[in-house]
């Protein structure tokens, strides 16, 4: 089996796949000051829990592919290969590594691991033109060409970061759960702010896809929207231009990150 692991700025995906079907996957959070002895133990635990794996740590896992937005976690997951994996083949996300996906932008190193994975699913998956949009830490928009190449992106804060902020900065505001709310205007405070975040981030969705696909493509209607990341189902039922869910985009652009290095290496 091949394990594929998506780390990112609040959370980190796991997920296992049998060919190209994806059999577990777990969700946890990221956090920065783990040592590599102690990922270790985690995947252990979580590994541990799925009836085609042995018990020792790295039992039934052929593979391993691993794209980080968060540099101290990708050193520690480095040396978990090392130590821990040394006789099964890892792919690290990184320059130098094989995509074919070609980064159109001022300077590719500046853009995200997890972006460029993503826009390699997507052209697998749905060709070009398109647009990914990542629910995360922060919400991404990512441009993906006629050609399948990477041409840039959007940047904006995320629904959890920006929830947290009204309450911190807010004197008679609070945290909130992210949900739906009954109606769009609200009967009470968090209603309000229930409201103001579904539909306010499903009117940005909307509005910055639709300017995105203008500059993708002469005619916009022929560029795919595929949504992405843990925060999507908040929105999706709201924004009127995504044509896709695809909850496990990023590991699925793992896979086929995998797969074209690996008989490289």
């Not at 493509?217 to 949504?227: F, K, L, N």
Request: aromatic residues 4%.
């Amino acid at each position: 089996m091949l394990l594929t692991i998506d780390v990112g700025n609040t959370h980190t995906v796991l997920g296992l796949f049998d060919g190209e079907e994806i059999v577990e996957h777990w969700r946890v959070s990221t956090d920065a000051r783990r040592t590599a002895d102690e990922l270790a133990v985690l995947l252990q635990g979580l590994m541990g829990m799925h009836p085609l794996l042995g018990d020792e740590l790295g039992d039934g896992i052929e593979g391993i592919a691993i794209c980080s937005t968060v540099p101290s976690v990708l050193h520690e997951l480095r040396e978990v290969t090392r130590r821990y994996y040394g006789d099964v083949p890892a792919v690290l996300v990184e320059p130098g590594i094989k995509t074919g996906v070609p980064i159109l932008v001022d300077n590719p190193k500046e853009v995200g691991a997890d972006r460029i994975i993503n826009s390699v699913a997507a052209v697998e998956l749905y060709g070009g033109p398109a647009v990914v949009v990542d629910f995360g830490t922060a919400t991404t928009f990512d441009a993906v060409s006629a050609r399948g190449e990477y041409t840039g992106g959007v940047i904006a804060p995320g629904i959890e970061i920006s929830v947290e902020a009204l309450g911190i900065k807010g004197a008679q505001l609070r945290k909130i759960e992210l949900a739906r709310p009954r109606s769009v205007i609200g009967k009470n405070t968090v209603e309000a702010m229930q409201s103001g975040i579904v539909y306010g981030f499903a009117g940005q969705v909307d509005g910055v896809v639709t300017r995105m696909a203008r500059e993708l493509a002469e005619d916009p209607g022929e560029v795919t929207v595929i949504a992405t990341g843990g925060l999507a189902p908040i929105i999706l039922g709201e924004a009127t231009v995504i044509d896709e869910h695809e909850p496990w985009l990023t590991l699925i652009g793992l896979r086929l990150v995998y797969e074209r290095n690996v008989s490289r290496m």
